[in-house]
Every structure is written in structure tokens, then in C-alpha cells.
């Protein structure tokens, strides 16, 4: 079964500075993969979503993911943090049936 | 174009109640996948209907169910309610399967077991 790791629960970086999320899928075929947000209160919205077309994935709110295969990663970065980043991100992937994945999520600070 | 809604946005039940929830989707899409989401076990799938079809189901027991109709408006039915039954209660609607398209996510149903 398809499963998605997301390193470290909890993020905390300073406003301006590079946000580094990791996610690592386990998947013998090319997936699609998917990030989503959440803010308090509300659902969950795409932020990026990875289909083969390519390798490094812009999304939006300055977003970007880029796959490796080789290292069977997602990782989701933004160059300069936001105060309005601050919320839980979470990575997914489909299984061969199509059910989507979560990770457990990474609650993102932003301090100022 | 409106979002997906979810009712009620909040439950309170007791332990051996059933419940319903309802989802309205976006206009156009036809899967509606469900959710369950705690801090203990995070976002898992319960189900996904696509034209008024079960497609796909999570690892939850009978007493999760789930059901589309024509105008795929969906309603999802936890009967015999245990207090491991409070959550978000998460509706996600999409034009195709879930696996391979955008979902678009309503706010949720925060349901509390007592």
C-alpha cells in the first residue's frame, strides 16, 4: 500500500526565510502526488499537484515542488516566508486504485 | 461558482446515536470523497462515490456509510456512534476520481461524541 512520510511534525522558520517541507512517498510507479494547505477552521486547498508532466511543480502562493525519483521525494519549498503561511501542509499520494494518501501533516510558524 | 458546503458545520451526539452528514459539491463534479480527520490518526479516506457508484472505500468498519444521489449531492451515515467517532468530517468534491484530479474541500463537520 502507498504511504507518505512527512518529516518533522513541526516547522518553524522566520518571515523572509526559505520554507523546506519534506515529503517522501513509498510507490514502485510514478504517482501523482499532491500538496495541500489548511488553514484553522477550513478544508483543505491544492496548492500543487504532480502528474509526470514535470519534474519541478509551481504552485500557488510562490509554492514549488520538485519530484525525485530516485530519492522518492516531494519536498515543497518557498523562497521567502510569508506570516500568511503559517498554517498545516500536507502531502499525498494516489495508490493504483486511486485513492488519495495523506501524510500526517507539518504545522508550519512563521514568526516575525 | 459556489464551493462545496457541508451540514451542519457542528454536531454534538451520544454514544449509541446515528448521524447523518451531507455534502453538496461543486456544481459539474461528479466524485465526492469523505474524510475523517483526528490528531491521533490525521486525514483518512472513508469513501468516494463517483455517479452515484462506490468507487473506492478506507479501512473503516460497516458502520460508516455512505450514499450519492443523481444531482451528486452525498450523505455519509455513521450509525452506533463511539466516542472514537469525534472528528472533522471532511467532504471533498472533484470532476474525476479523486486520485488524479484537484479536490476542492468544504469546511467540514465537526462532530463531538459525548
Known amino acids: 500500500a502507498q504511504s507518505v512520510t512527512q518529516l518533522g511534525s513541526h516547522v518553524s522558520v522566520s518571515e523572509g526565510a526559505l520554507v523546506l517541507l519534506r515529503c517522501n512517498y513509498s510507490s514502485s510507479v510514478p504517482p501523482y502526488l499532491f500538496w495541500y494547505v489548511q488553514y484553522p477552521n477550513q478544508g483543505l486547498q491544492l496548492l500543487l499537484k504532480y502528474t509526470s508532466a514535470a519534474t519541478l511543480v509551481k504552485g500557488i502562493n510562490g509554492f514549488e515542488a520538485e519530484f525525485k525519483k530516485s530519492e522518492t521525494s516531494f519536498h515543497l519549498t518557498k523562497p521567502s516566508a510569508h506570516m500568511s503561511d503559517a498554517a498545516e501542509y500536507f502531502c499525498a499520494v494516489s495508490d493504483p486504485g486511486n485513492k488519495l494518501v495523506f501524510g500526517a501533516g507539518t504545522i508550519l510558524r512563521v514568526k516575525s | 461558482k459556489a464551493g462545496v458546503t457541508q451540514t451542519p458545520r457542528y454536531l454534538i451526539k451520544t454514544r449509541g446515536q446515528q448521524v447523518t452528514l451531507s455534502c453538496s459539491p461543486i456544481?459539474?463534479?461528479?466524485?465526492v470523497s469523505w474524510y475523517q480527520q483526528t490528531p491521533g490518526q490525521g486525514l483518512q479516506f472513508l469513501f468516494e462515490y463517483f455517479s452515484e457508484t462506490q468507487r473506492n472505500k478506507g479501512n473503516f468498519p460497516g458502520r460508516f456509510s455512505g450514499r450519492q444521489f443523481s444531482n451528486s449531492r452525498s450523505e455519509m451515515n455513521v450509525s452506533t456512534l463511539e466516542l472514537g467517532d469525534s472528528a472533522l468530517y471532511l467532504c471533498a468534491s472533484s470532476t474525476g476520481l479523486a486520485g488524479a484530479n484537484e479536490q476542492f474541500f468544504g469546511p467540514g463537520t465537526r462532530l463531538t461524541v459525548l
Open positions: 456544481s459539474g463534479h461528479r466524485s
